[in-house]
């Protein structure tokens, strides 16, 4: 308390009462702050005030947890472990399929490139390492998810049973095989390409020899020509270079085991064991030292084919140059 008076010049001066002095250490300061026996305070409320915001709290994320597990439940009730919930038109994958090679290099920076010395012993193991861990789980039927046991052999006058799939052999991949270095040795290299899987999707073939596209190159036409009726059920795929120099330095192409992916593959529905066939493409003698641009393109009626840069679809490319 503060008293205040003033002298007969009108000038004005005041005084304190004497205060208690705090002789308490800043440490002793600290401990009372943390805990008051007078008054029995911890932090400055008392265990009633303590008991009273732990409750509200527990209360209050108890509630936020429960209506968390509510909506997930609801969410989670909606997904379904084998089935997409949107598909096809609905799903933004869409309904047309792109392919997808191996090898692919393991620096992103290199792109779709496949460059390597065929003398060099290290390149060559370098990529030859790389689609023997591609192809790993088409040899070792125990690493899918049962042991192989939900795949069966099938054929074109032999689909797959109910809720089996088909088995991807490779015996019949002729060079490719690891056994021959997929011939990146010779400068002969084998690339494996795929059809990108698109659920439910189910092909639309050329099973009518009247039906086939004037593009379509005439060698794969006669091929077709020659094929018997139920063969064709078949998604045909071609192979060559982009531009017209690209087409004079690939040289002589040979895919193994056919040149298409048999109909009896799909659709694909996610079922166990289930893998994407394959093509091998042998480059019998392309051009060395020279960048050449590939491109693979699917065939079904219902793939549509798209040149793009940015948006290519029903098609892959790649570049392959070896020193």
Not at 103 to 114: A, F, H, K, Y
Request: hydrophobic share 35%.
């Amino acid at each position: 308390m503060v008293k205040h008076n003033t002298d007969t010049n009108g000038i004005g001066y005041e005084w304190e009462y004497a205060k208690v002095k705090d002789d308490r250490t800043i440490w002793q300061k600290i401990i009372m702050g943390i805990y008051n026996p007078s008054s029995h305070e911890f932090l400055g409320r008392s265990a009633k005030s303590w008991g009273g915001i732990l409750l509200f709290y527990a209360v209050f994320y108890s509630s936020l947890a429960c209506m968390f597990g509510i909506c997930m439940k609801v969410l989670l009730s909606t997904l379904n472990d084998h089935t997409p919930h949107f598909t096809l038109t609905n799903s933004i994958i869409g309904t047309n399929p792109g392919l997808g090679f191996r090898p692919m290099s393991p620096n992103v920076e290199d792109g779709s490139l496949i460059y390597y010395a065929a003398d060099n012993a290290t390149n060559v193991e370098a990529w030859t390492n790389e689609l023997d861990k591609f192809l790993a789980v088409y040899k070792n039927k125990t690493l899918l998810p049962d042991k192989g046991n939900n795949q069966q052999k099938c054929g074109y006058n032999m689909p797959p049973q109910k809720d089996k799939v088909c088995e991807v052999s490779l015996a019949n991949m002729g060079p490719c095989s690891s056994e021959y270095k997929y011939q990146y040795p010779k400068a002969q290299p084998c690339v494996f390409i795929k059809l990108n899987k698109i659920f439910d999707w189910e092909p639309e073939f050329y099973n009518n020899k009247t039906d086939i596209p004037a593009e379509m190159p005439q060698e794969l036409k006669d091929k077709i020509a020659q094929r018997m009726k139920h063969e064709l059920f078949t998604i045909w795929v071609t192979c060559d270079g982009e531009a017209p120099a690209d087409k004079d330095n690939i040289g002589p192409l040979k895919l193994y085991p056919q040149d298409g992916f048999p109909g009896y593959y799909y659709p694909y529905r996610n079922k166990r064991d289930y893998l994407s066939p394959l093509i091998a493409i042998h480059f019998l003698n392309p051009k060395r030292h020279t960048l050449i641009n590939v491109e693979c393109r699917a065939w079904a009626k219902n793939i549509f084919y798209k040149r793009s840069l940015q948006n290519r679809e029903g098609s892959v490319h790649f570049e392959l140059m070896i020193d």
